[in-house]
C-alpha cells in the first residue's frame, strides 16, 4: 500500500511539474509574440489571460483523458491476465520463466524465481511481465487534471508579471530571461521526476523555451 501510494504520489508530482512548465512556456510564446507586435500592455495582458484560461482547461482535460485511457488499458490487462491465469496457469508460469531466462538467468533460478513471484502475486507479475507496467501504479484521473489545473496558471503568472512590471523597453527581454530561467528549474525538475538525465532535461527544456519565444517573436513582429 505504502509503494502503490508513493507511485500515485510520483505521478501526481510530474502532473504538476509539466503543468507549470506548460503554463510559463505556452502563455510566454503568446505575450512574447503579442509584445512583439507593439501591442499595448492591456492588450499582452488580455492575450496571456485568455492563453492561461485556455490552458488551464486543456492541459486538466488532457491529463484527465490520459489516465483515463491508461486505466482502460491497464483494466483490459488485468481482465485478460485473469482469464489466462484462471485457464492456463501452466502458460503463464513458463512465459514469466522464459523472460527471465532471457535475461540471462539459469535455469535453476529462473523457476525459483518465477515461484516465489508467482506464488506472491501471480497476477501483477504476469501483468509486468507481458504488458510492462504495474497494477500498483495507478493515479486518479481527477487528482492529476486538478494537479494540472492549478500549476497551469501558477506557471503562466510568472511570464505576465515580468511583462507587466519591466519598463516598456525592457519587457520582452526581461520576460525573455526569466522564462529561460524558470525553465531551466522545470525541466530540471522534471528529469528528477521521471528518472531522466538532468542535465539533457533541463537544457532541452530551455531550447524549447527559445526556439518558441523567438519564433512567436518574429511572427507578431511581421504584424508590427
Not at 484560461?53 to 489516465?67: I, P, Q, T
Not at 486538478?146 to 520576460?175: D, E, H, K, Q, Y
Amino acid at each position: 500500500m505504502e509503494k502503490q501510494s508513493l507511485m500515485a504520489h510520483n505521478n501526481l508530482v510530474r502532473a504538476g511539474v509539466m503543468g507549470g512548465n506548460d503554463g510559463i512556456l505556452s502563455v510566454a510564446g503568446i505575450i512574447v509574440g503579442v509584445a512583439g507586435a507593439g501591442q499595448s500592455l492591456g492588450a499582452i495582458m488580455l492575450s496571456g489571460f485568455a492563453g492561461t484560461l485556455a490552458g488551464m482547461v486543456s492541459m486538466a482535460m488532457g491529463e484527465f483523458v490520459s489516465v483515463r485511457s491508461s486505466h482502460d488499458a491497464q483494466e483490459k490487462a488485468r481482465h485478460s491476465q485473469e482469464l489466462a491465469l484462471k485457464n492456463n496457469y501452466d502458460e503463464e508460469f513458463n512465459f514469466v520463466k522464459e523472460k527471465y531466462r532471457a535475461d540471462g538467468i539459469s535455469e535453476e533460478l529462473a523457476t525459483q524465481a518465477t515461484e516465489e513471484m508467482m506464488k506472491k502475486d501471480p497476477l501483477e507479475t504476469t501483468v509486468r511481465e507481458r504488458h510492462g507496467f504495474s497494477l500498483k501504479s495507478q493515479v486518479s484521473a481527477g487528482g492529476a487534471a486538478l494537479v494540472s489545473f492549478v500549476t497551469f496558471p501558477t506557471g503562466a503568472a510568472l511570464p505576465m508579471a515580468f511583462m507587466a512590471v519591466a519598463s516598456p523597453n525592457l519587457r520582452i527581454m526581461a520576460t525573455f530571461l526569466a522564462v529561460l530561467i524558470a525553465l531551466l528549474i522545470t525541466g530540471y525538475l522534471a528529469a528528477v521526476v521521471n528518472g531522466a538525465n538532468r542535465t539533457k532535461g533541463a537544457i532541452r527544456n530551455l531550447l524549447s523555451g527559445i526556439l518558441t519565444m523567438v519564433v512567436t517573436f518574429l511572427i507578431g513582429s511581421l504584424f508590427k
